[in-house]
Nanobody
Framework: QVKLAESGGGSVQAGGSLRLACSVS????????MGWSRQTPGSGRLGIAS???????TYAVSVNGRFTISYVSANNTIYLQINNLLPEDTAIYSC????????????????????WGQGTQVTVSS
């Protein structure tokens, strides 16, 4: 069974950067979609980035150019580098995994992700 655990959240000023990490334990198959989503109070989870072993990463329009998702197999960790943070980026960020298929066109469909971390809070002040 796959288990995910996020770290790296915190409070930063607008324009700053953070690197979120998602440590993966358990067996992660090659045919898997890994992603990050975020949730603000009163809103549902929104997929913001995804990565797999077969294609280029995919990003939501709202974060494209500022966020970078990566996966380091040596330490089995999914990263989300966030640059030029904006107050509207304030949210709980969660990592997720969706075996047994690569991301494809369904990368943003949050309910399809079967494995989730507990989330980490990111707060951006202006």
């Amino acid at each position: 069974q796959v288990k995910l655990a996020e770290s790296g959240g915190g409070s930063v000023q607008a324009g700053g950067s953070l690197r979120l990490a998602c440590s993966v334990s358990g067996y992660m198959p090659r045919r898997v979609c890994m992603g990050w989503s975020r949730q603000t109070p009163g809103s549902g989870r929104l997929g913001i980035a995804s990565i797999d072993f077969y294609d280029e990463p995919t990003y939501a329009v709202s974060v494209n150019g500022r966020f970078t998702i990566s996966y380091v197999s040596a330490n089995n960790t999914i990263y989300l580098q966030i640059n030029n943070l904006l107050p509207e980026d304030t949210a709980i960020y969660s990592c997720a995994a969706k075996p047994p298929t690569p991301c494809g066109g369904s990368w943003g469909r949050v309910p399809l992700y079967g494995y989730w971390g507990q989330g980490t809070q990111v707060t951006v002040s202006s």
